[in-house]
């Protein structure tokens, strides 16, 4: 029995490692467009520097809703294919509004502190608790299918759920308002907002968004609230036996996530300037699940790393292998999940024992030697 | 029935008809569990004591009859809702969460803050292979230990009954005795329906017993009068389960 303590032991140490490895990225990245602007000599918003800081913009965001999925799949083990209608949501209804609403309300409204504006101001916070809104809206619609169904026949469900927004964003009737086929383009953000312009300010937002999206989950996930929940994704049965309603907490675990995600979605939105269908369609999902398979399932830390990946290959792999590049990175991906069933992050954490003890070996052996 | 019924027995199940999907599992089962007792359902494999235990928590609600839980009718009610009232079960599968540590299960299985405080001391004295496993996972538990967990989390909260499937199943002997001692002292706390059917340990642990046979119950009575009825025993319970005469004349031999 003795032998089996340390496995816990150990993970609670790596828990507590983690967070020090995501300070120290935190301060990595806040480091980054500085020290690039270094190297490089251009412009902090120019050339190479400019273009990684986007890079880096789309993987702060893309970690974000991978995590968002991850909180559905990982923790609450509820497999949706329509996760993208939280985050197309979230970018639909930010640009809608941004477009069609604030432009309006801006020339016609006023709003003054002493004789500062804060017009745009109070435009954005109103815009973003609609997004807020929105978000919970699709999470309490996609839980309210969940009371009958399960399993496969609730992910089918939520697929059909998710195709059907698309179909609705792609809808010709819609054309003045979503601009059907094409998205909406050219979505008037404030300038200090403007992602060619400001874009180191876009940067660092994304990049506290991140983090704090992290933290906050971390924290979710720990909470007496997400043990409940990982404990519903075993056993619904074992949760009524004991005195809980399983509904309650699954409609938590959408309901937050989605809030992730849509909150995701509107930043992306900011990003692009843009809200286009692809956003909202299931290939976005699919992103978010071959980025939660690929860090880790049930690992706030996997997500993020495979939106990492994902950013990387997808620039990368296109210059190596040209159009082809999907092919590749198929034949890759097929690789991970054969031999790392768990993520990279979940096989890792599994296997630290035997690593640390393989080094051990070595380092006694090497010893020994001498 | 009466009034003073209702006062001496924690749980009347009164009748009650169950079906699974369209099978008539349960045609008539009727339990009295009197207040402060261990009462055992014996019955053969697939007799409905499961079901009978999963129709008073509401798992599988029953269609027809009554089940009185302390005075209060709560058929038909959410089992969620049942469990809260103060019903613990503790299901034959050994029904821990693997993902979560032995505290994580523990603290679960609060219903109002400082539950598992009050009753620590209590869960540690009956089981303290648990203090020792305290942080670690479910899944790291051997079968025994997941056992006793399934049965302290019945704990953690003031249950004035706790419903047990079979927590002999698949034990080691010295387990099955340990098992005993732990569910002897609980009995001291509160009411215990149990399903055993190690037939050895039931008889030495309950006052009380109802057979059921093909989802009826048939008989009912005191445990001293069933050990003493061999004709009975082998009516329902079947040649598979040995007595305690026929253990001792096997010893002798």
């Known amino acids: 029995m003795t032998e089996n303590i340390n496995p816990k032991k150990n993970r609670f140490l790596t828990n507590f490692q983690d967070e020090r490895i995501i300070l120290v990225f935190l301060v990595l990245l806040i480091a980054f467009p500085f020290v690039m602007n270094l190297i490089t000599g251009t412009g902090l918003n120019e050339g190479v520097t400019k273009f990684w800081q986007g890079q880096f913009i789309v993987f702060f965001i893309m970690a974000v809703f991978a995590m968002s999925y991850d909180l559905l799949m990982g923790y609450g083990g509820i497999l949706s294919f329509g996760h993208a209608a939280s985050f197309g949501g979230g970018a639909y209804t930010f640009a809608l509004l941004m477009k069609h609403w604030a432009p309006n309300f801006m020339s016609n409204y006023r709003i003054m502190v002493g004789s500062i504006n804060i017009t745009e101001a109070i435009v954005l916070i109103f815009v973003f608790l609609a997004v807020l809104l929105i978000s919970i809206l699709i999470g309490l619609l996609f839980s309210a299918t969940s009371v009958r169904l399960k399993g496969a026949y609730f992910a089918m469900l939520t697929l059909a759920l998710g195709s059907a927004l698309y179909i609705l964003v792609k809808a010709t009737d819609f054309h003045q308002w979503t601009g059907a086929d094409e998205g909406l383009h050219g979505v008037p953000v404030p300038l200090w907002l403007n992602p060619t312009q400001n874009r180191l300010t876009i940067y660092f937002i994304s990049l506290i968004f991140m983090f704090v999206c992290y933290m906050v989950m971390k924290r979710m996930v720990n909470s007496p609230t997400g043990r409940v929940i990982i404990a519903n994704r075993e056993n619904e049965d074992r949760m009524r036996m004991i005195g809980y309603n399983p509904v309650v907490y699954r409609t938590i675990a959408f309901v937050s996530s989605s809030i992730f995600a849509g909150l995701a979605g509107a930043l992306y939105s900011i990003w692009n300037t843009s809200a286009s269908p692809t956003m909202i369609s299931a290939v976005m999902t699919i992103n978010a699940l071959i980025m939660t398979i690929l860090g880790g399932i049930g690992t706030l830390i996997g997500p993020i790393l495979g939106a990492a990946i994902m950013q990387t290959i997808s620039q990368f792999f296109y210059t190596w292998f040209g159009a082809r590049w999907p092919l590749v990175f198929g034949i890759l991906f097929i690789l991970i999940v054969m031999f790392l069933p768990y993520g990279i992050v979940g096989t890792w954490r599994l296997k630290r024992l035997d690593v640390k003890n393989g080094w051990k070996r070595i380092t006694g052996m090497l010893s020994r030697k001498e | ?253």
């Open chain 2, 1 to 253: 029935m009466n009034n003073q019924n209702t006062d001496d027995n924690i749980l009347i199940v009164d009748n009650i008809h169950t079906f699974i999907g369209q099978f008539h599992i349960l045609e008539g089962v009727s339990v009295k569990v009197p207040r402060g007792s261990i009462t055992v359902l014996l019955g053969r494999n697939g007799a409905g004591k499961t079901t009978t235990l999963k129709s008073i928590l509401g798992l599988t609600p029953p269609q027809e009859g009554k089940v009185i839980f302390d005075g209060m009718e709560i058929q038909g009610k959410r089992a969620f809702n049942i469990a809260s009232l103060g019903i613990g079960y503790v299901p034959e599968n050994r029904a821990i969460f693997r993902a979560l540590s032995v505290m994580e299960n523990l603290k679960l299985a609060e219903r109002k803050k400082g539950d598992f405080a009050r009753n620590e001391e209590f869960i540690f004295n009956l089981f303290p292979d648990l203090k020792r496993l305290y942080k670690l996972p479910g899944n790291h538990l051997s079968g025994g230990q997941q056992q006793m967990l399934a049965v302290a989390r019945a704990l953690v909260p003031d249950n004035k009954l706790l419903l047990i499937d079979e927590p002999s199943e698949g034990l080691a002997p010295i387990l099955i005795q340990q098992m005993m001692e732990a569910i002897r002292s609980l009995s001291e706390k509160t009411t215990i329906l149990l399903v055993e059917q190690n037939f050895l340990m039931a008889s030495q642990l309950a006052q009380r017993f109802t057979i059921i046979d093909d989802g009826k119950s048939v008989e009912n009575g005191l445990m001293k009068d069933l050990t003493n009825n061999e004709e009975m025993i082998h009516q329902y319970l079947g040649a598979s389960i040995k007595t305690r005469k026929e253990l001792e004349r096997q010893h002798e031999n």
